[in-house]
């Protein structure tokens, strides 16, 4: 039997809505979701889990509320659990996250720009 | 304060033995490794975790028991648990592994290609 991997630029040519992410795979309990971001998240914290960040395609920016972090494709970063951070791309960026099952993309923060969860694609 | 990414790219160029995975970050606990693969790995299998692969540059086949993947730069594949797999690289492939912190990468399989584990660069 010949089985497809997932191809990243494939599955993000399926979609343009920015800040909705869409889950590609699930290892354990951990699910790895495309998600395209332009334009500035709003401040927010997950309390229980850290978060990852993996560039794909782009230039963003993670500001925390003691420093900020630049990041570029091929460049990842963890974002430790209760640390607040706003996500920020001038242009259009493509990210690999990868977090638990269940995390809202907002954090506790809530307001317009909390996603759908557990959207697959 | 200017935290750093981790650029795969430049923690790549640190190392050139196969095989031997390094740690590159933590969430949670789990580990981001990177890994120079060259040639056929031995069959084994994680009782107790799946494990994700994702290629960065390179081609690369993962065989099973009952079929095989084949995955290229930008495409990823999850291993669920118990499942007898050999990756195998014509060529030199660099691939970041995703798995719980602790997992060694012959599995129960042993043998003189099971790796250090818990190396970080």
Sequence with gaps: MEYQAINFSEKLG???????ARV???????????VKIQGEFVWHEHD????????LEGKMVIEFRNGRV??????MFVIPKKVEHKPIAENEC????VEPRGVVNTGDSGGELTAE?????
């Design 14 to 20: 399926k979609f343009s809505d920015q800040w909705q």
């Design 24 to 34: 590609v795979a699930e290892m354990n309990d951990y699910q790895f979701k495309l």
């Design 48 to 55: 229980d889990t850290d978060e990852v960040f993996i560039v």
């Design 70 to 75: 630049e990041m570029k494709t091929g460049e």
């Design 94 to 97: 493509k990210i690999l996250l």
């Design 117 to 121: 969860n557990d959207v697959w694609i």
